[in-house]
C-alpha cells in the first residue's frame, strides 16, 4: 500500500483529518514522555503524527523509539518534518535512518532538485512504502520571498507543484493560509497525491477552509498539544472539519 492510502486509511478509521504536530517545548528530559502521552490520549481520534526538530534533536531516533512504537500500534503513520534539502548521498543515509527508526515519510524541499538531489530518495521510499512530501507553498510571511519568486511567468510554488507531480512525490505542503495557492496546487498534482496543510489555528489559517479549497489533512500542533485539554481542542477540529 502507498503511503498516500495508508494516510488516508489511517483518516478515515479513527474519524480524523488531522496529522498532530508533536512539537513539545519545555525541559528536554520529558520530551518524549509528554509526547507518548498525549499519542496514547489522542491516538484514536487522528490521521497522522509529524515529528520535528523540538523532538528529534533532543531525543535522537532511539529517544523516539516508543513514540514509533505507539504510532505503529494504531497504525498512525508518523512523518519526519525535516524540509530535507541536501545532496543526494546525505539525503539517502538520511531517510534510510528515518525510515528504518519507523517513520513512514519525510518532508523534503524541492530546492534540492531531482538529478542528485531527490531522485533516488522518492525511489527508495516508494520501494520501502514509505512517503516523500515535498514542500511546495510555506505557511510563514516569508514564504512569499521564495516560493512565490516568479520564474518567468511562473510562480515557484506552481513550478514546485509541478514537480510533485512529474516525480511521483506522495503529495505537497501547502500553507492552509493560501486557500488560492491550495486550489491551484489541487489543479496542477495528481488526484492520488495529497494536500497536506500546517499554519492552523495559531498561525492564523483555519482547516474546514483549507479543506474546502483541497487540503486533505490538516497539520495542527501548539493549538492542540498546548491547550488546556488537548482532547477537547482534538475534538472541536475533527468536528468543525467533519460539520464543513
Ligand atoms: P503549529 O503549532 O503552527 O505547528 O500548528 C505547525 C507545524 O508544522 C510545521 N510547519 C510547516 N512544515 N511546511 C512544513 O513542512 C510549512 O509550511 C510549515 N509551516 C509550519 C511547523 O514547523 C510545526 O511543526
Known sequence: MKFGERLKDSSKRHGSKIILALDI?????SRAERAEA??????????????????????????????????????LPLIADIKLNDIESTNLE????LFGSGFDAVIANPFAGHNEGLSKVIARAR?????????????????????????????????????????GADGAI???????????????IDPWQLILSPGIGFQGGEADKAIRAGTDLAIVGR?????????????EFNQSISDS
Not at 48 to 66: D, E, H, M, W
Not at 223 to 235: C, E, N, T, V
Request: glycine letters at 8%.
Open 25 to 29: 517545548t519545555g525541559p528536554q528530559s
Open 38 to 75: 498525549l499519542l496514547v490520549e489522542l491516538g484514536d481520534s487522528l490521521a497522522g503524527v509529524k515529528v520535528n526538530f523540538q523532538l528529534l534533536l533532543p531525543q535522537g531516533l532511539q529517544g523516539l523509539a516508543r513514540v514509533a512504537e505507539i504510532c505503529s500500534e494504531k497504525a
Open 94 to 97: 538520511t531517510v534510510e535512518l
Open 127 to 167: 520501494a520501502l512504502g514509505k512517503g516523500v512530501i515535498l514542500l511546495v507553498y510555506m505557511s510563514h510571511a516569508g514564504a512569499e520571498e521564495g516560493y512565490a519568486l516568479k520564474v518567468g511567468e511562473e510562480p515557484m510554488y506552481l513550478r514546485f507543484a509541478r514537480k510533485v507531480r512529474e516525480w
Open 174 to 188: 501547502v500553507s492552509a493560509k493560501s486557500l488560492e495557492i491550495i486550489k491551484d496546487v489541487r489543479r496542477t
Open 223 to 235: 493549538s492542540i498539544i498546548d491547550a488546556k485539554s488537548p482532547r477537547a481542542m482534538l475534538r
